[in-house]
């Protein structure tokens, strides 16, 4: 495998838990339904020679028979991929209505202290 596959198998793997947890977590949104649908069926391809991808077991247990995000439990997503889709859910939709503090309280995690 060369090094750009690596990184855009890497890519896939982050994105695909990103909108895993905003959706099925959050109940939140930004992908479409036929892109995540087309997003879990390349990333299932993509585990399927490469285990080197990040977090690989979580995903290869979510792309099992359901291909998609929907087992994967609430502990099981690592603390970066809550940050980064937290992150991005604010920078898409929340922004220009609640500041980040009030709106990472209103997902039950604590604000920026000052």
């Given at each position: 495998?060369?090094?750009?596959?690596?990184?855009?198998?890497?890519?896939?793997?982050?994105?695909?838990?990103?909108?895993?947890?905003?959706?099925?977590?959050?109940?939140?949104?930004?992908?479409?339904?036929?892109?995540?649908?087309?997003?879990?069926?390349?990333?299932?391809?993509?585990i399927?020679?490469?285990?080197?991808?990040?977090?690989?077991?979580?995903?290869?247990?979510?792309?099992?028979?359901?291909?998609?995000?929907?087992?994967?439990?609430?502990?099981?997503?690592?603390?970066?991929?809550?940050?980064?889709?937290?992150?991005?859910?604010?920078?898409?939709?929340?922004?220009?209505?609640?500041?980040?503090n009030?709106?990472?309280?209103?997902?039950?995690?604590?604000?920026?202290?000052?």
């Amino acid at each position: 495998m060369n090094l750009k596959s690596s990184s855009e198998h890497r890519q896939l793997a982050l994105k695909f838990l990103v909108h895993s947890f905003l959706y099925y977590q959050l109940g939140e949104s930004i992908l479409g339904d036929s892109e995540y649908d087309k997003l879990c069926v390349e990333l299932k391809k993509v585990i399927e020679t490469d285990k080197n991808i990040p977090h690989y077991d979580i995903i290869k247990n979510a792309l099992g028979d359901e291909a998609s995000g929907y087992s994967i439990p609430t502990k099981a997503y690592p603390q970066e991929i809550i940050s980064t889709a937290l992150h991005l859910l604010y920078q898409e939709q929340y922004k220009d209505k609640v500041s980040l503090n009030d709106f990472l309280k209103s997902y039950g995690y604590h604000g920026v202290t000052q």
